[in-house]
């Protein structure tokens, strides 16, 4: 295009710019590649005579500025010294108006190409370089602030993360009795000291499952893998004897929940049987076990010789004494006359349950008389 | 010879078998030879030795065994001068002179001669005559020297610190691209440590005398200014003519330069003799001993190198107390008015318009101290009138900085080489790092040089080298066809802008 086509076209973009300067900044800018460093660097266009007339009778400027050196400001000279800024500005505008205009020339027009030269504002990027320029010439003390700054909000952080997760683990830590039980029995003294003492259970209970010691898996000591897997497995029936035991509840069935546990633990467990077990079971009924004597330790058998009446179970001082009373109720001595194994064992299971009365006659005292407390406390209600 | 920049052989490249002749001229030494190589086959002194023979036939002398042994009528003369060619016909003798010797010919082999980029048009329209058609070399291509020094350190964008003979110059490149406007320069370099260090001597009423003077020597310590040295003169028949003895001198100042300058980081004041303290007590150890060529050893303490070293950061403690002979005016940097071609025309149009960019750098290059503030881009300071302030080292590279687009500063700033061989000073660096920190506290300021003193001294011949090497560089040679169908106008301009 020459320069009747400029002006009519593209002159308005920029009234500043003469159609010979454009052209010498695009081919500049071809050049160079659009490395805007070296275009500014090399940019060294002479306006020519007659358009400086032109700009002086246009902007009615005294001086011819070319000539004097005693100028300070920019804005006085005809021919003003282009910065990068206004190169871009011109290169971008004029090139986005010239690709928008060609319009059948069966060349796909790039619309994100368009769209990206027209979004170059000049008063835009002389701010964004503002800011750069203040951003690379802080003082030591912003600087030297600043990261005392990050380095406290770091810390904030670090706190605020340390504080979400001991909340956590309290609300876990509260959460383990269940709530939806009544908690009333909990509020006395007594039902305090149980609340600790089932939670010291379960605390242990859970530790013995991850401190479990692994038996060393290589080396002279190690187990062979059968040997491991059956203590595997003898761990996990334990765990769950325990879950059961808890599941009872209060510690007056233990025993109960005991006996059960151990039959299941009996049934559930594949204990390696030795053969003679297994044939004698085979071949004898119930009846005749019982007639020659046969009987199947499932609890732990001490060693040596004992008397069976040296076992009998006991208990504490208070809880025995009351034992005694009951048995002088119910007409039966401590000492039993006859101590067969049968009659063990049926003493002993009597023994258990009077001391479960006991304990429970205790506990229905205590809670009746806080109830007596409380309906005082309240006027009668 | 292990080096940061080892090219391989051109082959690898891709690059036909043609084997491409580097040609680095400088103010002290003019290195030549051939690409590929990592370093000049031959390095001359950019001096020449006229002689007038019997027949009044003038010939010239090339080579450091010629021009160091004395000969009768002959003068010796400098081909360039701040690193630009100014005796076109002493050059055109002395590189032929040395392709000789290497057996280059021309009609196979393209040469590359490096430029400083404050090269006058004339000098390259006279580089492109002389070499295409005087020469006959079938192609030719001019590089500016920071573009060499940068390939030469691997990096593409860079700022090139070069602390040479004549001249230190900063230039910023970018992408290949060095920003001719943008750079700075001051002539306190090499050449003016030379001056202080013979106003030393000469305060010292110690007098240089070249080695060929001397027929025998006794080592003799310098005490006093009555102190004599003990040798034994040679005598000539014929009367000596004074360059040879000042071209000699350099040689002295070389080696002084090497053995006993150092920088320190800290400007100290002379180090005051201690009233109480005898003077026999002064500790032995902080003075070294300079061998003269006449068997004189001068000595030189801490203080008094550094001092001379420093001058290099800043200029104005020299010149304030004592002028330095020839160094009257102080500079401040603006080295492409005094130097370079200001006036010069790059392309066809006549430019008039330099002289009013003259004002604004000027006033950029005033004396900006330590805290910086927010500058705009063209920071007008509102006196049209020039600080006469000296540049040193470090205010001529943070001027550049501070100059410089803010886009490209970051980028500059973490890629700062130095080089040329008065950099070698030790703690020059070091120095430099201090004082750049402490005025650009925010940004990530890193120097660059490398350790290897050849590669050091030679870098720009060595990046010359790879350049000229490069497969993807053998489209950008200028054929003598080109030359001759294009024209040297044409060429300047565009090509070798």
Known sequence: ?381 | MASSSSTAAPQVYGADEVNAVVLDPGSFSTSVGYAGYDCPSMVFPSHYGEVVDGKGEKKRLFNDSFLHTSRENMKIKPILKNNIIIDWDGAVDQYNYMFKQMGVNPEDQPLMLTESTMNSYKNKEKALEVFLEQENYCAFYAVKQPTCVAFAHGKATCLVVDIGHDLITVTPVVDGFCLRNQVIGTNYAGAFLDQQLKQFLEDKNIDIVPQYRVKSKNTMYWENKESKPQFETKHYDYKIDNSVDEFSKLRVFQEMKETVLSCSLDDQAEKVPDADKDKMDVDYDEQRYFELPNGLNVPFTDAEANKIANSLFRPSDVLGNGIVKGWEEPHIGNIIETIGTADDKSSKLYVPLRRTKRPEEEEKEKDKDSNVDAKASNGADGSGKVKSEPCGLTKLVQTVLERIDIDWKPQLANNIIVTGSTSLIPELNKRLYEELSILNPSMKIRIQSVGNTVERKYSTWIGGSILASLGTFHQLWVSQAEYKEIGADRLIVNRFR
């Open chain 1, 1 to 381: 295009m020459d320069s009747n086509d400029y002006n009519k076209l593209l002159k308005d973009i920029n009234p500043d710019w003469s159609y010979k300067e454009t052209k010498y900044l695009f081919d500049l800018a071809k050049r160079y590649d659009l490395r805007w460093a070296v275009i500014i660097d090399s940019y060294e266009y002479v306006p020519d005579e007659d358009e400086i007339k032109v700009k002086k009778e246009d902007e009615d400027k005294v001086d011819d500025k070319e000539k004097s050196k005693d100028d300070e400001k920019k804005e006085t000279k005809t021919y003003t010294p282009r910065t990068v800024e206004d190169l871009k500005d011109q290169l971008y505008k004029v090139s986005s108006k010239l690709l928008n205009s060609k319009q059948d020339d069966g060349v796909v027009k790039d619309v994100a190409l368009i769209k990206a030269l027209d979004s170059f504002d000049k008063n835009k990027e002389i701010e964004r370089k503002k800011y750069l320029n203040r951003l690379l010439h802080r003082a030591p003390t912003e600087i030297a602030e600043e990261e005392s700054l990050v380095i406290e909000a770091r810390k904030f952080e670090l706190a605020a993360k340390k504080m979400l997760m001991e909340r956590a683990q309290l609300l876990q830590l509260l959460d383990s009795p269940q709530s939806s039980a009544p908690i009333h029995q909990f509020l006395t003294s007594s039902g305090l000291t149980q609340l600790y003492n089932t939670l010291m259970t379960v605390d242990k209970s859970k530790k013995r499952k991850t401190e479990a010691p692994v038996a060393p898996q290589l080396g002279p000591n190690a187990i062979p893998y059968t040997q491991q897997l059956a203590k595997q497995q003898a761990a996990q029936q334990q765990a769950q004897a325990h879950k059961q035991q808890q599941q009872g509840g209060s510690a007056a069935n233990s025993h109960h929940n005991d006996k059960k546990s151990q039959k299941q633990q009996h049934q559930q467990q594949q204990k390696p049987q030795s053969e003679i077990l297994k044939l004698l079971q085979s071949r004898l009924t119930p009846e005749e076990m019982e007639v020659y004597g046969i009987k199947f330790h499932e609890e732990k058998v001490q060693a040596g010789v004992y008397l069976r009446s040296q076992k009998i179970v006991t208990f504490k001082p208070a809880v025995q004494s009351k034992v005694v009373e009951i048995l002088n109720e119910l007409g039966i001595s401590m000492r039993l006359t006859m101590p067969t194994g049968a009659v063990c064992s049926k003493f002993d299971k009597l023994m258990h349950r009077i001391a479960s009365l006991v304990d429970l006659k205790k506990q229905t005292d205590k809670i009746e008389a806080e109830v007596t407390l409380m309906k005082r406390q309240k006027g009668l209600l």
